[in-house]
């Protein structure tokens, strides 16, 4: 009995032995899946560059949620903040997130933001990395990971970097900024004086019977102008969900950005101040789903 005991003794050590290194195996494997993701890369954000943490960047905003649009783009005036905030155009995020973010001293920072899906890793914050190759992207922080989510994660982190240091061609995921918001302007047509008066101030052009009937009190040049730019826009249906509203207004020249609010859309000069303002029509196209049902045009 004794020779049997001795020789079960052995076998039970080895497999708590092994017991042991599988435990061991589990949980560091779980405190990778916690900071690396499904895929075993780091959780970072648009171009996935895991650079080094810039030093005195600020956290500015960061918000995880559902519906978030997917952004990369640099804030450097009063009017790239109006613009981006047309991201968010319900008032809750967007006018919260505009009132934040004009809070700055955008004379001494440019603000980095950026928006992607983190899928199914929630995280309690990110900061800022660069990386030469690449640029400026973000990294999630204390995350944890899951197998599956009811619905992947949208993240938009923004964050203050000094002017100086921001240089003159940056990258953020390895491209260049995209615009700050999510207007295009797609024509610009000066106008006289007395056009200006005739003309309507906003409309809706997505239709060519609409554009038609705005364009009607328009000179004929401002008018070729523009169909130069739109013409072969109405050659076929929308390119995917997208509005067209056309405006007159006053500015300098054609350097305009769209502000969307859940109560208006206007255009604003992305210049700033401006010193000689000249009358002008423009016409902006919106992804349909950025377009507040209850925001007047213009105004």
């Not at 435990?23 to 970072?44: E, Y």
């Not at 072969?232 to 500015?251: I, K, M, N, Q, V």
């Not at 255009?267 to 010193?275: E, S, T, Y």
Request: charged share 20%.
């Amino acid at each position: 009995m004794t020779g049997a005991q001795t020789g079960i003794r052995p076998r039970g050590g080895t497999w708590l032995i092994t017991a042991a290194i599988v435990v061991g195996a589990l949980l560091a494997g779980c405190v990778w899946w916690a900071v690396a993701g499904r895929d075993g890369t780091p959780v970072s954000g648009p171009g996935g560059a895991d650079g080094a943490v810039v030093p005195g960047a600020e956290t500015v905003h960061f918000e995880q949620g559902h519906g978030l649009a997917a952004v990369r783009t640099l804030l450097r005036t009063p009017a790239d903040v109006r613009a981006f905030a047309g991201w968010y155009p319900q008032e809750g995020i967007g006018g919260a997130l505009r009132g934040k973010l004009l809070a700055r001293d955008l004379d001494a920072e440019v603000l980095v933001a950026t928006g992607w899906s983190s899928g199914c890793t929630s995280a309690r914050g990110a900061v800022l990395t660069y990386d030469e190759n690449t640029g400026y992207a973000a990294r999630l922080t204390d995350t944890r990971t899951y197998e599956t989510c009811d619905s992947p994660w949208d993240v938009l982190a923004v964050f203050a970097v000094p002017g100086k240091d921001a240089g003159t061609d940056p990258r953020i995921g390895g491209a260049p900024p995209g615009p700050p918001g999510p207007a295009e302007l797609l024509a610009y047509a000066p106008l006289d004086g007395a056009a200006a008066r005739r003309a309507p101030r906003a409309a809706e052009v997505s239709q060519p019977d609409q554009f038609g009937a705005f364009a009607r009190p328009l000179p004929a040049a401002a008018t070729a102008a523009l169909e130069s730019r739109l013409g072969s826009l109405y050659d076929s249906e929308l390119p995917g969900p997208a509005r067209r509203f056309a405006f007159t207004g006053r500015g300098c020249g054609e350097d305009l950005l769209l502000e969307i609010t859940s109560r208006r859309l206007r255009p604003v000069g992305a210049g700033g101040a401006c010193r000689d303002p000249r009358p002008y029509v423009a016409v902006f196209s919106v992804p349909a789903d950025r377009v507040p049902s209850s925001a007047v045009i213009g105004g």
